[in-house]
């Protein structure tokens, strides 16, 4: 009869005991992309791959290479997980912004041409451009730009009471970039110690302390707004030439050209001119 009494209570006790390690409250997987920040250790918000999770560490995949990062759970003051890009945000925001450009458009330029319009035809080809196809291409444009969305996950509590110290694993061959008190050093990763880290330059081979280091970055993805900030430049300069040869008949036209050329250099150019970024990481303690 005990054996009766006592086996639903087990059954129920063992979730329960699942629910209260802190651990359980990450409800992502691994490699799952998150947000950490964590102001003891960096200014800015750590980016990177879920790698390992434990008692005292939140591991973070940091770079292209594999490198990872490992923040002590106590310095952690949140965690948002990665939702992708909200899609149907840019295109609404675009299609709005590019809806006010076509009317504004529409309210200076057809007052020039509604005297001689006398079948329409004006009225509706400046429709079509004003209240369709530049919405279109503002919705088109704020798809390819669409912000990204996070969402909050809870902070696990750290299950150790001493404290746990920053620590960088470095891939071999990994791209670093290290800012010494001396000067600035650009390279491959060899091998590093608790102590040192030694970087294959275009020169030589360098061992640097970790006491000497003051900044650490390490080769990230392409970096997008400076690839559309420089396609925007390029082709609004395109449009200030053009305008040199072939100046536009009315203040609307000229906005709506320069309004497109900028659209549509932003674009290219944060998929075609786009460099190759820098991300920052805390730097780790050196000790024995």
């Not at 086996?7 to 802190?22: M, R």
Request: net charge positive.
């Amino acid at each position: 009869m005990i054996r009766f009494v006592l086996l639903p209570l087990l059954l129920i006790a063992v979730p329960l005991g699942a629910q209260a390690d802190p651990r359980a409250d990450l409800m992502y997987p691994l490699q799952q992309r998150v947000r950490v920040a964590a102001p003891t250790f960096a200014r800015a918000a750590i980016d990177g791959r879920v790698a390992t999770v434990d008692s005292t560490h939140l591991a973070l995949v940091v770079a292209p290479a594999g490198s990872t990062l490992a923040i002590p759970l106590a310095g952690i003051t949140s965690i948002e997980a990665y939702g992708g890009r909200d899609r149907r945000r840019g295109v609404k925001r675009g299609a709005l912004v590019g809806l006010a450009l076509g009317t504004y458009f529409f309210i200076d330029t057809y007052p020039e041409i509604r005297e001689g319009d006398y079948w329409g035809f004006g009225f509706l080809v400046m429709s079509a451009i004003s209240f369709g196809i530049t919405p279109a291409i503002g919705a088109a444009a704020g798809y390819a730009m669409a912000p990204h969305s996070w969402s909050p996950l809870t902070v696990p509590v750290p299950q150790a009471s001493a404290s746990a110290p920053l620590n960088i694993r470095f891939t071999p061959d990994e791209v670093v970039r290290l800012h010494t008190r001396d000067a600035r050093l650009s390279g491959r990763v060899r091998s590093q110690t608790r102590t040192l880290v030694t970087v294959t330059t275009s020169d030589a081979t360098v061992p640097v302390p970790w006491s000497d280091v003051s900044r650490v970055q390490v080769r990230g993805g392409k970096d997008r707004v400076k690839g559309a900030t420089a396609g925007a430049l390029l082709f609004i300069g395109l449009g200030i030439l053009g305008e040199q040869t072939a100046p536009t008949t009315s203040t609307g036209e000229r906005i709506g050209a320069f309004t497109g050329a900028t659209i549509v250099g932003a674009y290219l150019g944060s998929r075609f001119l786009a460099p190759r970024g820098w991300s920052d990481l805390p730097v780790p303690p050196s000790g024995p």
